[in-house]
């Protein structure tokens, strides 16, 4: 999942050179990486069939990508080890989980939200990517929760957020505090 650099290539003569020598190793390795070898993985417990499931969903639909709200990271390794050709963006209740995922194959960390209701959180998903300017509204985006929220180990919903879904939850009156 990840390439990293030893302390002489990093400040030799010429870093610059090694680190797009490394960049260009990787974009090669990954155009001739065998991506379909992972519908033969078997699921590693009954939560990983989500996993496997919304990473073919995801590029049979041509998602612009796939949110993985993570209490504790797991669910977002387990869909980059399917390598799906979407995007994993993932929002955790904790920053240390987030930090962690930075490591991961495919995983971009986002942001930290705090549990609520489902549609609240998807809400704030969809909103902290429009305000980085990175939300493509015409989607279709898939959505990973786990219910109850926060528990570890527990997603168990798949959500496919189409145009007119995303549109409906930026505009879903936020919480109002009495």
């Not at 030799?12 to 992972?38: C, H, L, R, W």
């Not at 499931?53 to 977002?76: F, H, N, P, Q, Y």
């Not at 929220?149 to 919480?175: H, M, R």
């Amino acid at each position: 999942d990840v390439v990293m650099l030893s302390e002489e290539s990093a400040v030799g003569t010429d870093p610059v050179n090694v680190v797009e020598t490394m960049s260009n190793i990787i974009a090669k390795t990954e155009e001739i990486y065998n991506f379909d070898k992972q519908s033969k993985f078997a699921y590693l417990d009954e939560f990983d069939v989500i996993q496997g499931t919304v990473t073919k969903l995801a590029d049979d639909l041509g998602a612009k990508g796939i949110l993985a709200l993570t209490s504790s990271g797991k669910s977002a390794m387990k869909i980059s080890r399917y390598r799906p050709r979407t995007k994993i963006l993932a929002f955790s209740h904790k920053r240390k989980v987030l930090n962690s995922l930075s490591a991961v194959w495919g995983v971009y960390p986002i942001t930290v939200l705090k549990e609520g209701q489902a549609s609240k959180m998807i809400q704030k998903m969809l909103k902290n990517l429009e305000s980085r300017n990175i939300l493509d509204k015409t989607g279709p985006y898939i959505a990973t929760i786990g219910y109850p929220a926060g528990i570890p180990g527990s997603t168990n919903t798949i959500k496919i957020l189409t145009e007119g879904e995303i549109e409906y939850y930026l505009n879903l009156p936020a919480n109002k505090k009495k």
